[in-house]
T-cell receptor
Framework: ETGVTQSPTHLIKTRGQQVTLRCSSQSGHNTVSWYQQALGQGPQFIFQYYREEENGRGNFPPRFSGLQFPNYSSELNVNALELDDSALYLC??????????????FGPGTRLTVL | QKEVEQNSGPLSVPEGAIASLNCTYSDRVSQSFFWYRQYSGKSPELIMSIYSNGDKEDGRFTAQLNKASQYVSLLIRDSQPSDSATYLCAGSSNTGNQFYFGTGTSLTVIP
């Protein structure tokens, strides 16, 4: 167990709806990254938050947005859901500074299905 | 070219053999490298990290990094059926604020 928690575990939405996924980082970690993992693929980096600011973003459209709170927990929001958004969404937290040498520890993920 | 590329396999080895997993990376990836193991339906679990050229050993696992060839590998000695999983190679960007993952290599250890 990494100490990173995510909720909900599973979620079913319909196309066009909006969804919010939540993540609590491991104690002492102030950097949170979000990933999308489609079936049979590796995780794709969505964005990273460090001390409540977006610190990096992958190739995802603006309808993917996020927040990080003072306690370093984080939310991923996806608007106007599309069928291709169906995936496992992973949150990873890392040690105090967002340097490239920081190891990321993953939560259990949220399985999102868009119908 | 994708930032991190892996042979998707599948790779099958008999129990007790050495499993060799390979990964190459692009110029956009240069800082740190990681190997994760992912069981079906579960999230990735860190096996090893490597930052410097050469070998790094941890128990039955050895990671190798060759920055000149832009190549990372993972050797699993004395492979066990419980090692059967998908192995993900990951690297961080030059700017340090992005992680890139390969598509994963599926390993099956046959008893």
């Amino acid at each position: 167990e990494t100490g990173v928690t995510q909720s909900p575990t599973h979620l079913i939405k319909t196309r066009g709806q909006q969804v919010t996924l939540r993540c609590s980082s491991q104690s002492g970690h102030n950097t949170v990254s979000w990933y999308q993992q489609a079936l049979g693929q590796g995780p794709q980096f969505i964005f990273q938050y460090y001390r409540e600011e977006e610190n990096g973003r992958g190739n995802f459209p603006p309808r993917f947005s996020g927040l990080q709170f003072p306690n370093y927990s984080s939310e991923l929001n996806v608007n106007a859901l599309e069928l291709d958004d169906s995936a496992l969404y992973l949150c990873a937290s890392s040690f105090p500074s967002p340097s490239s040498t920081d190891t990321q520890y993953f939560g259990p993920g949220t399985r999102l299905t868009v119908l | 070219q994708k930032e991190v590329e892996q042979n998707s396999g599948p790779l099958s080895v008999p129990e007790g053999a050495i499993a060799s997993l390979n990964c190459t990376y692009s110029d956009r990836v240069s800082q740190s490298f990681f190997w994760y193991r992912q069981y079906s339906g579960k999230s990735p679990e860190l096996i090893m990290s490597i930052y410097s050229n050469g070998d790094k050993e941890d128990g039955r696992f050895t990671a190798q990094l060759n920055k000149a060839s832009q190549y990372v590998s993972l050797l699993i000695r004395d492979s066990q059926p419980s090692d059967s999983a998908t192995y993900l190679c990951a690297g961080s960007s030059n700017t340090g604020n992005q992680f890139y993952f390969g598509t994963g290599t599926s390993l099956t250890v046959i008893p």
